[in-house]
T-cell receptor
Framework: GAVVSQHPSRVICKSGTSVKIECRSL??????MFWYRQFPKQSLMLMAT?????????EQGVEKDKFLINHASLTLSTLTVTSAHPEDSSFYIC???????????FGSGTQLSVL | SQQGEEDPQALSIQEGENATMNCSYK?????LQWYRQNSGRGLVHLILIRSNEREKHSGRLRVTLDTSKKSSSLLITASRAADTASYFCATLSTDSWGKLQFGAGTQVVVTP
């Protein structure tokens, strides 16, 4: 089945630094990828839709200048949390849409802890 | 925003028992999917049921869909301790491309 690789799995950083998270579709091309955020014991909240070759579409309330998304190729989308603060600490999950299978495949997630 | 509501929020059962959880949604859908998530991990796709299907089976999983009531249920039969996880339903609306809306999830604990 389709595989999505997400790196890093865990990152700890100081407040004010920027963190980049990568999401790769390994055996299929994904023109559309999604970024989610999940707080402990809560559901996934969609942050943005990443479209290859165009600007990402952000959900209401998500700061696009804070969470930079780049989808430069059909197999890679990146999320950069700029000037991270402790309130940005969360579990971030990416997913890639396999149009042929009509299924969404998820990365394993990135636990971000901002000190 | 979350599309679906799930109940119960938490479920605690013993090995061998069946676990049933329900999901309701609001919009017209193309399909509904169930996912499993172990603590601190990514999501694993369990089963997909299309809007023109009413029931689907996969191993010990049984999913039903009632589009008139905008609801779905997931049944796990003969549960095992390894089934302990959070389970989420997610709907794909008819006008979206992979943009799933997730329910709040049901946390299932299966004790040996």
């Amino acid at each position: 089945g389709a595989v999505v690789s997400q790196h890093p799995s865990r990152v700890i950083c100081k407040s004010g630094t920027s963190v980049k998270i990568e999401c790769r579709s390994l055996d299929f091309q994904a023109t559309t990828m999604f970024w989610y955020r999940q707080f402990p014991k809560q559901s996934l909240m969609l942050m943005a839709t990443s479209n290859e070759g165009s600007k990402a579409t952000y959900e209401q309330g998500v700061e696009k200048d804070k969470f930079l998304i780049n989808h430069a190729s059909l197999t890679l989308s990146t999320l950069t949390v700029t000037s991270a603060h402790p309130e940005d600490s969360s579990f971030y999950i990416c997913s890639a849409w396999d149009r042929g299978l009509e299924k969404l495949f998820f990365g394993s997630g990135t636990q971000l802890s901002v000190l | 925003s979350q599309q679906g509501e799930e109940d119960p929020q938490a479920l605690s059962i013993q090995e061998g028992e069946n676990a049933t959880m329900n999901c309701s949604y609001k919009t017209s859908i193309n399909n509904l999917q169930w996912y499993r998530q172990n603590s601190g991990r990514g999501l694993v796709h369990l089963i997909l049921i299309r809007s023109n299907e009413r029931e689907k089976h996969s191993g010990r999983l049984r999913v039903t869909l009632d589009t008139s009531k905008k609801s779905s249920s997931l049944l796990i039969t003969a549960s095992r301790a390894a089934d302990t996880a959070s389970y989420f339903c997610a709907t794909l609306s008819t006008d979206s491309w992979g943009k799933l809306q997730f329910g709040a999830g049901t946390q299932v604990v299966v004790t040996p």
